[in-house]
């Protein structure tokens, strides 16, 4: 064994206060929404933002994947001890202070009265497991993906989705602190128990008082948790990611007992047990990571040779995220070679989902008293399976273009999507109300001619991008300082003025728009029904089109235009709006109409369609089905 493959005992301390971390590398740049509570959440191949959107920017059928874990109640669990750890006394904290002085640790503190207590409290609040565990991992198994009834309805919309990690938001913000604070509690404990036990201060002691409220002794020595949890645990992820093959071998390397017992020694071969651990990472994982792995194996072995304690730690942070981009890899693999198949079944999946939700306790009667209510609005009752279809599309018409707050619970897994259209048709009308005030001042400044489309859609243009800049409501948009001058000096332009907009002309479009945009104006009532009978025809047009297809093949003639993020929309107007609505209007409508919305309206059962396209000639117009056990529920 050399010098420098030796993992000697006599450790570098820390030259100062623990920095963040590398961040880790994901399978996808970060995308919507605020941070779910899910550890993974999807992106598409468009995404934007995900900002803490869902993510963002919500709506933009990006949502969150996987149910809460166990991950996040562990990170408010702790951020709630952080909050708390004010309840430490002065003397444990010097207590704790003079262990880790006394351990050859010193160097890591810059003022000894600040730094230590802060170091104490990491100590003391810090998780004993790593950030990244195999439960925390198990979210991407396969089991968890292809009954996650959320992202088999989003593979529906979005022509890639690949998961990601996701710290956005609150919670991904307790998410890092939590990780932040493991890292330094780890790095301390080292420092402490090799220190400790290079220079045989004290004999080895199991003093859990450490890691309570009880006062530690400055003369005791804890033994240490987090290490030997440490491995255990990544010994347990290994297993996960590998071939069973393999396993004997990591059995044999990761003999916990055994590299504890090397630490005490001081003949720990941490350069050797890395240089392993990166081989069979390589091997296992996709070639593009293999950069990864070795940056990975020299951080720790660079570490080593200068035996700093933070920059083993920092490289141990590196190969967990390593591990979970493995992981991340293969669920994205999976998804892939799935896909169609889950999109296919997307129907049938989502019945027997429901009718289980249904039967513990989700309430559904609002949504069928919402759809008998359209139809009782209807001047001929629907007979056919068509006409209540069509009842079913005007009524889900009715609540983008009524900016409906709240949407039937039927519309669970498409609210973001919905919420997006109808902010889209809000911008859009204001759209249209920007032309018209370029109208009106086209004419105060005497232009006569009718102005060529290509000043519109420059206008538009510009518009969009002061919409992307500024993230403010539709109405606030157009009524924005930027978005007058820019109507103002379009006109211009198409008068061939060179002039600097005249404050008259400001004030006049800036009235003008704010008198449009007053949804009781007859201006703009006049404009919302027009574009809503215009979207109206194109919906029953796409309804048409689609309703012989499957999802698969509705997803296929959708691909250039199905897509939601605000990017997309330079936008083909209400065609793309109609095409899109439509889409989730026809999945809806499959899944929910045998089950609820065609049920008798005395009915308080809930049927199963025994097959995904109803015979639409049948006399009733009504799917075939067959009565599941009455439910009190409903």
């Known amino acids: 064994m050399t010098k420098h493959a030796e993992f000697k005992t006599q450790l570098k301390p820390f030259s100062g206060m623990p920095q963040e971390f590398s961040e880790r590398e994901s399978s996808g740049s970060s995308s919507e929404s605020d941070a779910g509570k899910a550890r ?100 991407l198994d396969l089991k968890r993906i292809i009954n996650d009834p959320k992202l088999r309805h989003d593979l529906n919309f979005e022509v890639e989705i690949a ?141 080593v040779t200068d035996q700093d304690v933070q920059g083993i730690v920092s490289g141990i942070d590196q190969l967990f995220g390593i591990l979970e981009i493995m992981k991340l890899d293969v669920a994205n693999h999976q998804i892939r070679e799935l896909k169609l198949l889950m999109i296919d079944d997307t129907v049938q999946f989502q019945q027997r989902y429901f009718l289980g939700k249904i039967q513990s306790g989700m309430q559904v009667e609002e949504a069928r008293l919402w759809y008998n209510s359209a139809v009782q609005h209807e001047p001929q009752q629907p007979e056919s399976l068509e006409a209540c279809r069509s009842v079913f599309a005007r009524a889900v018409i009715d609540l983008v273009i009524g900016n409906e707050p709240c949407f039937p619970t039927t519309f669970v897994f498409d609210n973001d999507r919905l919420r997006a259209l109808q902010a889209e048709f809000r911008n859009y009308i204001g759209q249209e109300l920007c032309g018209k005030a370029l109208d009106h001042i086209l004419g105060l400044l005497g232009y006569i001619a009718s102005p060529p489309s290509s000043i519109y859609q420059d206008l538009l243009h510009r518009v969009l991008r002061i919409e992307e800049s500024l993230c403010v409501s539709d109405r606030s948009l157009m009524q924005s300082e930027d978005t007058v001058l820019e109507i103002v000096r379009t006109a211009y332009t198409a008068c061939g003025l060179s002039s600097l907009p005249s404050d008259k002309h400001v004030a006049a479009t800036k009235l003008y728009l704010m008198h449009a945009m007053d949804v009781n104006s007859t201006m703009y009532q006049s404009l919302e029904c027009s574009l809503c009978s215009e979207l109206e025809d194109i919906i029953d047009d796409e309804l048409d089109t689609i309703s012989t297809l499957t999802p698969l093949q509705i997803l296929n003639h959708y691909h250039p235009t199905i897509a939601f993020p605000r990017s997309d929309v330079q936008r083909k107007g209400l065609q793309s709006m109609g095409e899109r609505l439509a889409h989730i209007i026809v999945l809806h409508w499959w899944t929910w109409s045998p089950i609820l919305y065609l049920q008798p309206k005395e009915s308080k059962q809930i049927a199963w369609c025994s097959h995904m396209h109803c015979d639409q000639s049948t006399d009733s117009g009504r799917p075939q089905s067959v009565p599941v056990p009455e439910l009190g529920a409903v």
């Open 40 to 139: 993974y959440r999807s992106r598409t191949s468009s995404a934007h933002h995900q900002k803490p959107r869902r993510n963002g920017r919500r709506g933009r059928g990006r949502a969150t994947r996987i149910a809460s874990s166990s991950l996040d109640s562990k990170a408010t669990k702790a951020s709630k001890e952080l909050q708390h750890s004010q309840h430490i006394t002065q003397h444990q904290r010097s207590n704790l202070g003079s262990l880790v002085r006394e351990s050859g640790a010193t160097a890591m503190l810059l003022n000894h009265s600040v730094e230590t207590d802060y170091c104490a409290d990491q100590f003391r609040l810090a998780s004993i497991e790593p950030p990244i565990t195999k439960a925390s991992l198990s979210e």
């Open 163 to 303: 998961f990601r990690p996701n710290y956005y938001g609150h919670k991904g913000e307790q998410k890092k602190a939590m990780a932040s604070a493991y890292w330094t509690a780890l790095a301390l404990e080292l420092a402490i128990y090799v220190g400790q036990r290079q220079q045989n201060i004290l004999p080895a002691t199991n003093l859990s008082t450490l890691y309570t409220n009880s006062c530690p002794s400055v003369h005791t020595l804890p033994t240490p948790r987090r290490l030997p949890q440490m491995f255990c645990v990544l010994r347990e992820i290994l297993k996960s990611l590998v071939p069973e093959a393999e396993w004997f071998s990591i059995e044999q390397a990761l003999d916990v007992d055994f590299i504890m017992q090397q630490l005490h020694k001081g003949v720990c071969d941490l350069t050797g047990l890395i240089g392993w651990l990166g081989k069979l990472l390589m091997g296992s994982c996709s070639p593009c990571r293999d950069p990864t792995v070795i940056r990975m194996m020299q951080t720790v072995q660079q570490a």
